[in-house]
C-alpha cells in the first residue's frame, strides 16, 4: 500500500563476521564474556512497517509472524499512523515509527508504503513475498557487519555493552526498542474491518541512547514510562543505515 494509494503497494555486506579473537587483550577485558560469545551469532535485523488500516498488510504480519521464530534473525514490527485516517486507528502506531521510515526513504532512496520490510538497514521489499525476503535474509547474512553487544534486564534496569570490531572508523547510534512478543487487535472498521489480527514483536518505543565510536561501552539505564514492551533489543546503527550490532533479551525475560 503506497503512500499516495490508500488500496495498494508499490512493488519496489563478503561477511566481515568478527570473532572475539579479533579483540585486542585490553578491549577483551573490558567487555563481558557474553557480549564476545555473541559476536558472531549477531541476527540479522528485520523492520516490518505496518498498519492495521492496510488491506494489504495482513499477509506481510503473517510472514513476520512466521520469522519472528527463528534465532538468525530480529523481526520487529513498526506499525506506522499515516493510513489512520482511513477508518481505523492503528493502537500501536506512532509517528515515531514513521519517522524512522521515512529516515529509510531519504538515505537510501526508498519509497514509502505499507507493507515494508527493511532487512539489516540496507534494503527494502514488500513484506508478504515470504520468498524474496528469504533471499534477502540469507544476502544479508553473508555481508553483515558485527560489533559484539549484549543486553540483560531486571526490573526496571537494564544493562547493555558493546565491544569493539576490527573495521577502522565503526560509528553508529545506540537504540533500546521494547516491544512486545505478540499482541493481537479485533479491527472494527477500515479496510480490514471484521478480522482478528495477531501481530508478533510489536515494537512499543525506540529511543537513541548515544553514539558508539568502536570503543567497549557499558551503559546502564532506567527504562522510561513509554518503554513498557515485554522484550528489549539493542541495535547498533550508523545513519545511513548500516547495522553493526543487534542483541535482544530472551522471550521470557520480564
Not at 498498519?51 to 506481510?60: D, E, F, R, V
Not at 516491544?179 to 480490514?192: M, V
Request: aromatic share 8%.
Amino acid at each position: 500500500m503506497s503512500f499516495s494509494s490508500s488500496r495498494r503497494w508499490f512493488q519496489p555486506l563478503t561477511a566481515l563476521l568478527m570473532s572475539a579473537g579479533a579483540l585486542s587483550s585490553a578491549s577483551a577485558q573490558a567487555v563481558d564474556p557474553a557480549v564476545k560469545n555473541a559476536a558472531e551469532a549477531r541476527p540479522v535485523l528485520l523492520e516490518l512497517f505496518t498498519s492495521q488500516g492496510c488491506s494489504s498488510c495482513p499477509p506481510a504480519d503473517a510472514v513476520l509472524r512466521e520469522l519472528s521464530g527463528r534465532s538468525d534473525v530480529l523481526a520487529l514490527g513498526f506499525h506506522v499512523d499515516y493510513w489512520d485516517y482511513l477508518g481505523w486507528v492503528d493502537p500501536f502506531a506512532s509517528p515515531v515509527f514513521t519517522a524512522r521510515q521515512h529516515g529509510y526513504a531519504q538515505r537510501r532512496g526508498f519509497q514509502v508504503y505499507t507493507p515494508q520490510l527493511v532487512i539489516d538497514g540496507q534494503s527494502a521489499m514488500v513484506g508478504s513475498r515470504r520468498g524474496q525476503a528469504e533471499d534477502e535474509i540469507l544476502s544479508a547474512a553473508r555481508r553483515k557487519l558485527t560489533a559484539p553487544a549484549a543486553i540483560s534486564r531486571e526490573g526496571q534496569m537494564v544493562k547493555l555493552s558493546l565491544g569493539k570490531t576490527a573495521e577502522a572508523g565503526a560509528i553508529g547510534d545506540i537504540w533500546l526498542i521494547s516491544f512486545d512478543r505478540e499482541l493481537a487487535t479485533t479491527i472494527r472498521s477500515g479496510e480490514n474491518g471484521g478480522k482478528r489480527i495477531v501481530y508478533p514483536n510489536v515494537v512499543r518505543s525506540i529511543r537513541k541512547l548515544g553514539d558508539w565510536s568502536n570503543e567497549p561501552l557499558e551503559l546502564n539505564e532506567i527504562l522510561k514510562s513509554d518503554e513498557r514492551g515485554e522484550r528489549l533489543a539493542l541495535v547498533v546503527q550508523e545513519r545511513g543505515g548500516r547495522v553493526w550490532a543487534v542483541a535482544a533479551t530472551p522471550a521470557s525475560a520480564n
